[in-house]
T-cell receptor, first 113, second 110 residues
Framework: GEDVEQSLFLSVREGDSSVINCTYTDSSSTYLYWYKQEPGAGLQLLTYIFSNMDMKQDQRLTVLLNKKDKHLSLRIADTQTGDSAIYFCAESAGGTSYGKLTFGQGTILTVHP | KAGVTQTPRYLIKTRGQQVTLSCSPISGHRSVSWYQQTPGQGLQFLFEYFSETQRNKGNFPGRFSGRQFSNSRSEMNVSTLELGDSALYLC?????????FGPGTRLTVL
């Protein structure tokens, strides 16, 4: 079945880079996503990557995908206190299943001044 | 462009009652998905509707149901509420590969 795992906590200093890791088990995963959730809010789509890509960069965000190891990471450069939030990794099988996301349990990122 | 809207934002019900939550997708989006978020179970997929048809379904009991209207707006209904149904219910809409989430409805069951 589908399973997505993330480490629960990450603490960094302001200005450093943050790397959040995620592993998934479903070989048919076609799209992999990163979402951000701030307290009391819904989920904000940060970026996503198609499974035939190795890397995607979007301003301060870099996504790396190792399809062989089923490992996904999100790097946030120059992390700011406003980046403190919960980050979720998610996958979908695409096709008619792109509306069905399987989420990891979330990584709580704390940024210290 | 307006985002996904959900009403109501907060709801308090008692055990045994039923509840209906509403979701208005982004204009032009035909797919609407629903998720339940709890501290214990995390984010779990409930179901997805596309063009008024349920296209995908998660592992929830039949007390949880939904529907989609011709304007793509969607509702979900939970009957015979249990304490464990207390959660944040999130709706997401998509036109293609990207799902955009609403702010959620916080349901408390007493």
């Amino acid at each position: 079945g589908e399973d997505v795992e993330q480490s629960l906590f990450l603490s960094v200093r302001e200005g450093d880079s943050s790397v959040i890791n995620c592993t998934y088990t479903d070989s048919s995963s076609t799209y992999l996503y990163w979402y951000k959730q701030e307290p009391g809010a819904g989920l904000q789509l940060l970026t996503y990557i198609f499974s035939n890509m190795d890397m995607k960069q979007d301003q301060r965000l870099t996504v790396l995908l190792n399809k062989k190891d089923k490992h996904l990471s999100l790097r946030i450069a120059d992390t700011q206190t406003g980046d403190s939030a919960i980050y979720f990794c998610a996958e979908s099988a695409g096709g008619t299943s792109y509306g069905k996301l399987t989420f990891g349990q979330g990584t709580i990122l704390t940024v210290h001044p | 462009k307006a985002g996904v809207t959900q009403t109501p934002r907060y709801l308090i019900k008692t055990r045994g009652q039923q509840v209906t939550l509403s979701c208005s997708p982004i204009s032009g989006h035909r797919s609407v998905s629903w998720y339940q978020q709890t501290p214990g179970q995390g984010l779990q997929f409930l179901f997805e509707y596309f063009s008024e048809t349920q296209r995908n379904k998660g592992n929830f009991p039949g007390r949880f149901s939904g529907r989609q209207f011709s304007n793509s707006r969607s509702e979900m209904n939970v009957s015979t509420l249990e304490l464990g149904d207390s959660a944040l219910y999130l709706c997401a809409s998509s036109r293609d590969t990207e799902q955009f989430f609403g702010p959620g409805t916080r349901l408390t069951v007493l």
